[in-house]
């Protein structure tokens, strides 16, 4: 199939005068977001000179003996979930994923009220002592991306016909910011495992940087199709909460991952997602009635029924990632 993913030039969004540019890229993103649910996104505003310094870190750290990897694993970071994975110690759909990689989020202090309180997914970020630049690669990304991530939900509020400041007002005044780095290896030969099997994202948006390899495979109504690096920009796709807001309006689309050139492959996504206490409730314009879907979705779930904070289902979601660390959680 040769169909691609449109390309959006976001920068109107962060131009204050730009009213009549906003709204034109306001309406690619309505149309993206109601078709595929991805697409790509330049004059994003990243320095490229970032993800350059991230990328290089990344291959020193992956490049590691796993004994000094494993350093920083997982099971060291307790309830903040952070740290590196090996191979194969993720799940999707109850399959390992053919891939290794590290977990991150906003960085917060041991005094912060919600560490103290011991809330799961706070706290901070394992680094390796090994790969000592990683570190502001890492918070310097997080940073950048996040301004990115605040602008699209203006261009996805306006899309919507909502204040531009919407989603600001009521979910990301205080967002999950959550970021990984996935290293894929090549896959054996003969191998039909995938790097991620088929899956959907949990939150708002993910900003997805991918190396030059490729890999990506995204789930359209007319069926798989590649969704290959395109210089200068990432890739946007929107999760499962911003399904459940529009009521299905803009649907959280699968994807998935394999890795056949035969080289290591790297990946950066970033999820921002609503504040981990923030009540999720449709749009104030959405219908009451909105269709079951679950008989269509990777997980069997109706995204639709879930009442609660979106902490209670990014939880529900994660403990089955990595169900070893559980008990570490709840």
Not at 38 to 49: I, K, L, N, Q, R
Not at 92 to 117: C, M, N, Q, W
């Amino acid at each position: 199939m040769n169909e691609k993913l449109p390309v959006i030039d976001m920068r109107p969004l962060f131009d204050e005068s730009a009213t009549a540019a906003r709204a034109n890229v306001a309406r690619e993103i309505d149309a993206a977001c109601r078709d595929n649910g991805f697409f790509y996104v330049t004059g994003h505003g990243v320095d490229p000179a970032i993800l350059a310094r991230l990328e290089a870190a990344s291959w020193r750290f992956f490049s590691l003996p796993e004994e000094q990897k494993l350093n920083i694993a997982m099971a060291k970071g307790g309830r903040a979930w952070r740290g590196f994975f090996p191979v194969g110690n993720e799940l999707t759909s109850g399959k390992p994923d053919l891939k290794e990689g590290i977990y991150f989020g906003t960085e917060l202090p041991p005094d912060h009220p919600r560490v103290r309180a011991g809330v799961p997914l706070h706290g901070q970020n394992l680094f390796p002592a090994e790969v000592p630049e990683l570190r502001n690669a890492v918070l310097d990304y997080i940073d950048a991306l996040t301004n990115t991530a605040h602008a699209l939900m203006q261009g996805v509020a306006l899309a919507l016909s909502l204040d531009r400041r919407y989603f600001a007002d009521h979910y990301t005044a205080d967002p999950t910011v959550l970021f990984r780095i996935f290293h894929y290896p090549p896959s054996p030969a003969g191998d039909e495992g995938w790097g991620v099997g088929e899956h959907t994202d949990y939150g708002l948006l993910t900003l997805l940087a991918q190396d030059k390899i490729g890999g990506l495979q995204v789930k359209t109504a007319r069926g798989w199709i590649e969704a290959p690096p395109i210089e200068g920009t990432f890739v946007c796709n929107i999760g499962d909460m911003l399904d459940r807001l529009t009521g299905g309006i803009y649907r959280s689309t699968p994807h998935r991952v394999r890795n056949t050139s035969g080289r290591g492959r790297l990946s950066f996504p970033f999820f921002f997602d609503p504040g981990f206490d923030a009540e999720i409730v449709p749009l104030p314009h959405n219908s009451t009635s909105v269709r079951d879907d679950s008989a269509e979705r990777w997980d069997r779930e109706n995204v639709h029924a879930f009442t609660g904070t979106y902490g209670d289902y990014l939880m529900g979601k994660v403990s089955r990632v990595f169900p070893e660390l559980r008990q570490e959680v709840f």
